[in-house]
């Protein structure tokens, strides 16, 4: 009972239209129609047919797609025929069709999805599963948040392959004889595909019909090769060889060779293992012959021959030069020649003593042959773009041929159609990213993917995927940074190192980029610190080059080479360092606006690079996307969406305008309208120009405390407008103007407009314990408190500074960066103290000028005391010395220690140290957990003071240096 129960449940959440095949009774059956994307009723008439699945099958009513089709069945079934003389569902499957016409049909988060009764514990289970394969774990996003990207693959090319090998051809067979591929039975599929990739005489056919599963088949049999913490030699000369036939006509496969040899064996491992000693390696019964793997080994040198000529060691195939097998010897003599970068006359020279002159013309017409079969091969993937390509669906479809992005490998990740190798997590990092996993899934969620965002989605992982460098243009707020952060969160890249970024501007030079020699603590001592350009190359990370068109023209010259040969010449250095796989190159420009166009500085130094590019250009978004994205991220605010857009497409003017948003044309626009749109474009042009940013940030600040059916919410939004929106303006009567626009739309009079324009002015209340601030309220400091109330501030409380604080007490509970921007004397600074004074916080006040560099924000090294160097030493000393050794007992040697100090008696202070670090180190202690990390300590300081031991050498006649943080930096840890 419960088998049949499944399979109703499961057919009901799929929502899928069968059709039964007719019977001579009934004619011909009827031809199969699209899925039907009504939702079901809620006693769907159910029919019966018999069969090894028992499947129940939904019915529609009335004629021909809902009219009763007769059902075959088995003669040993019990069934009983109406007044119609179709068949119904035996007694046994009418009480269950009974109990499922008794189930609640209910919603969770707004899902249609069946509830049973208590007793159908079977069925809720799977249909408990069957809701997460399709909505994911509870807290996830549902089918309104995300969209499902799906590959449909036909039945004739997993024929075709199938009856290329045989052992390929009963399992495929079996998935392809199913109507419907469940989940098990996908990853069977994908398991079998990456088995037959394997297989050298079909690696060439499923590598041209499977194109988008190509780089999900190849980490599977990696992620096989190295299953158990062993290798699996057979199955790695069996994916070199694969991948060796694919290398050519496919992109993905050289980067996910580059990646693979870096911690595995060469192709001609075989080589190392037959000359060592060691136990012989076992193979399969269809071992991979010798001639496959240097032909393998040929084909990577061709396609990357300085990276594979340093990676592998080559002098264990100069040997298989005298070998009897002459394919063996041909493809290894062109192997050495390649390694050992020999010209054409010394590698015509080279071949001609080992081969005679009918073998060299017999492989030169070999050659020809390969070439115009791998032109045959290129044009047989080309012919066919279109075909096996991801699609976006927003409602899964269990059907056969239909693969999900979910079946993929957690390897690999596809991003809007494109799949692109996932970054993996490193080993030290694993606990902190299980804690962040909700962070993360609430970072997804937030990003919504409207179409404009999805189309370039798409062209920026093409372009990774091809290892391209990219340029991201368009206005200001437009999400170009948002894009590529995106991205690599998609791809396993949340944060530094993976993902550097660089705000570049006209003081930037390529020293920051490149790297430069730093000081030590050490006098005379010089390191080479890389840059961050320097570190993403090397290591193969993904850097982000922020407003390329503000680049000098010495940092333009350092990106030409690596743009152009993928190399990065360090001057000074002679270094010129390979770009590693894995590295990515962004860069955003933005686009300036003038009379409604948007055009480039024409004086920058980057159009030098235009030829290197990938350039994506992004637009702003129109009316419906906007509405889409506020939908999306604030659902609380759905009651004043319409609102919200209305007066922030009214403030930007035709920015977000689009040629859909109305009916009427340009002639058609009323004239009053038309120049009150021209005079709200002025306005909004006045200040900064606002942007998408803009929009959000008033939306995080409404959300917070948004109640649609208080009487206060429009006057909420209202003062939170006039701070997003008009904070920025200079002239009274700009603001006093666009109140009126803001206020107009939420029906607030224009005298209440000018109340808070002109007249308002905010209390300010000291509590004990927090501080209102007209319609913010901030905590105080409780250690501060008795301090603050010692102290005395002056502070005259006239109603533009009681403004002020209101709005920095509002940024400050948001979390918003501020810039005050005034003349001099009209009370930025001290508006700030005084906020800091009542909430009890300490202020630092940095003075800026021309002159000021990163060193006055950050640190640096700097001529300091002995003392700064020794204090340090001395409390973890005295703190390790407690833990160890008894107090009382050494009250006298511990106040010798302390005598030392203070008189600066340093060299004596270092043999006590030293005396006893000796001591603890060589202290016999049991073997527990404390011990063990008690000694490690030790031996740690036992490192700082052969440190502090090689200063005090150095520094016996110069200046000691050490790195001084400055004081305010130390509060943003």
Known sequence: MSQGVCSCARNFHRRETRWAEGSPASGPAEPPIARSRRTWSLRPPITWRGGDSRRFRRRGGGAGAGA??????????????????????????????????????????????????????????VLRALRRERWGPPGAAGPADMEHLFLEVAAAPLRLLAAKNEKSRSELGRFLAKQVWTPQDRQCILNTLAQLLLDKDCTVLVGRQLRPLLLDLLERNAEAIKAGGQVNHDLHERLCVSMSKLICNHPDILPFALRYF???????????????????????????????????????????????????????????????????????????????????????????KIFNSEELIHFRLRLLEEAQLQDL??????????????????????????????????RVTAVCGVVLPGQPPVPGEQASNRSSSREQELAFRSYVLVDSICKNLQTLAMAVASQNAVLLEGPIGCGKTSLVEHLGAMTGRRKPPQLLKVQLGDQTDSKMLLGMY??????????????????????????????????PLDVVSVLI??????????????????????????????????????????????????????????????KTELNEVLQNRYPSLLAVTDHLLDIYIQLTGEKH????????????????????????????????????????????????????????????????????????????????????????????????????????????????????????????????????????????????????????????????????????????????????????????????????????????????????????????????????????????????IQTCYRQKRWQDLLRLMQHVHKSAVNKDEKESETGLLLK??????????????????????????????????SYLG
């Open 68 to 125: 009763a089709l007769p059902l075959r069945s088995r003669s040993r079934s019990r069934s009983r025929a109406d007044d119609a003389g179709r068949r119904v569902l035996p007694p046994r499957v009418l009480r269950l069709s009974r109990r499922l016409r008794g189930c609640r049909f209910g919603s969770p988060r707004g899902r249609s999805c069946w509830r049973l009764p208590r007793a159908s514990s079977a069925a809720r289970g």
């Open 262 to 352: 870096k911690d595995t064996s060469p192709v001609f491992q075989r080589l190392f293992l037959e000359s060592s000693d060691a136990n012989p390696v076992r193979y399969g019964r269809r071992r991979m012959k010798l001639r496959d793997l240097m032909e393998a080994a040929y084909k990577f040198l061709q396609q990357d021959q300085s990276v594979f000529r340093e990676l592998w060691d080559w002098s264990v195939c100069v040997p298989l030069l005298r070998s009897h097998d002459t394919l063996v010897r041909w493809y290894t003599a062109n192997c050495l020649a390649l390694v050992t970068c020999m010209n054409e006359e010394h590698k015509l020279s080279f071949l001609k």
């Open 561 to 622: 080479p690596l743009l152009e040969n993928g190399e990065l010449l360090i001057p000074g250095r002679g270094d010129c360092l390979k770009v590693a796989p894995g590295f990515q190159f962004f860069a955003t420009r933005r686009l300036l606006s003038c009379g409604g166009n948007w055009y480039r500085p024409l004086n920058s130094h980057a159009t030098l690079l235009d030829k290197y590019w990938t350039k994506i250009h992004m637009d702003n978004m129109d």
């Open 377 to 410: 091969e290129k044009a047989l993937v080309l012919a066919n773009p279109e075909t096996s390509l991801w699609r976006n669906e927003k409602e899964l479809q269990y059907l056969q041929g239909h693969l999900f992005s979910a079946d993929l490998s957690s």
């Open 936 to 969: 490690e300590k030790w031996e740690a300081f036992g490192l700082r003071l052969n440190h502090a031991q090689q200063q005090m050498k150095m520094t016996e006649n110069a200046l000691l240096f050490a790195f001084v943080e400055v004081f305010w930096f």
């Open 518 to 551: 730093r000081c030590t603590d050490v006098p005379g001592e010089f390191v080479w610190q890389p840059g961050t350009l320097t570190q993403a190359v090397t290591k193969g990370h993904w850097i982000l080059l922020e407003d390329i068109d503000y680049a």
């Open 657 to 896: 305008h689009s040629c859909s948003d109305s009916s009427v044309t340009c002639e058609q626009v009323p004239e009053e309208f038309a120049e009150a749109r021209r005079e709200n474009k002025r306005l909004s042009l006045e200040g900064r120009e606002l942007s998408l940013r803009d929009l959000l940030n008033w939306c995080n600040r409404i959300v917070h405390c948004f109640d649609s059916l208080s009487s206060s919410a429009s006057l909420n939004i209202f003062q939170e407008a006039l701070d997003c929106f008009t904070a920025m303006l200079s002239k009274h009567t700009s603001k006093l103007k666009m109140a009126e626009i803001i206020g107009s739309k939420l029906n607030i009079s224009k005298k209440k407009a000018e109340f808070f324009c002109q007249l308002y002015k905010p209390e300010i209340v000291i509590n004990e314990l927090d501080v209102q601030v007209g319609r913010v309220r901030l905590l105080r400091k409780q250690s501060e408190a008795v301090h603050i109330q010692r102290e005395k501030f002056t502070f005259a409380p006239t109603r533009p500074s009681s403004v002020l604080i209101e709005q920095l007490a509002v940024c400050v509970s948001k979390g918003e960066p501020v810039l005050l921007v005034g003349e001099t004397g009209t009370g930025k600074t001290s508006t700030v103290q005084y906020l800091a004074h009542i909430t009890g916080h300490r202020l630092r006040v940095v003075n800026m000028n021309q002159q000021s560099d990163t060193a006055d924000l950050l640190g640096g090294y700097k001529p300091v005391d002995r003392k700064l160097i020794w204090l340090p030493l001395w409390e973890a000393f005295e703190e390790l010395f407690a833990q160890t050794f008894s107090k009382k007992q050494n009250f006298t040697f511990l106040g010798h």
